[in-house]
């Protein structure tokens, strides 16, 4: 059994930092392409960023984030992360961590076959 378990989440002035953690297990996960998405209320869910299977350094970021977000993974720890700095209001929403059957990055939420139960993060202006 497949599960993702997103950490690391909470309130925050803007301006501020938090790293989001997701911890998988039921999967080879250094096979797996990560992803991190979220949604704010009453929008729809959107990509943030992504990390190949290897690890190696293919990322790709909404550009919202460009420059203040940094995706990274683990995979001796089976977990990706999401280092976000300069956090600004509109960055609030609840981030979800998901996982691709795909040594490529993708930004479409349909590529991805495993998701988290979410982790929210509010940042207060």
């Known amino acids: 059994q497949v599960q993702l378990v997103e950490s690391g989440g909470g309130l925050v002035q803007a301006g501020g930092s938090l790293r989001l953690s997701c911890a998988a297990s039921?999967?080879?996960?250094?096979?797996?392409?990560m992803g991190w998405f979220r949604q704010a209320p009453g929008k729809e869910r959107e990509f943030v960023a992504t990390?190949?299977?290897?690890?190696?350094?293919?990322?790709y970021y909404v550009d919202s984030v460009k420059g203040r977000f940094t995706i990274s993974r683990d995979n001796a720890k089976n977990t990706v992360y999401l280092q976000m700095n300069t956090l600004k209001p509109e960055d609030t929403a609840v981030y979800y961590c998901?996982?691709?059957?795909?040594?490529?990055?993708?930004?479409?939420?349909?590529?991805?076959?495993?998701w988290g139960q979410g982790t929210q993060v509010t940042v207060s202006s």
């Open positions: 039921g999967l080879t996960f250094s096979w797996y392409t």
């Open positions: 990390i190949s299977w290897s690890g190696g350094g293919d990322t």
């Open positions: 998901a996982a691709a059957d795909s040594r490529y990055i993708s930004s479409s939420s349909a590529d991805y076959k495993y």
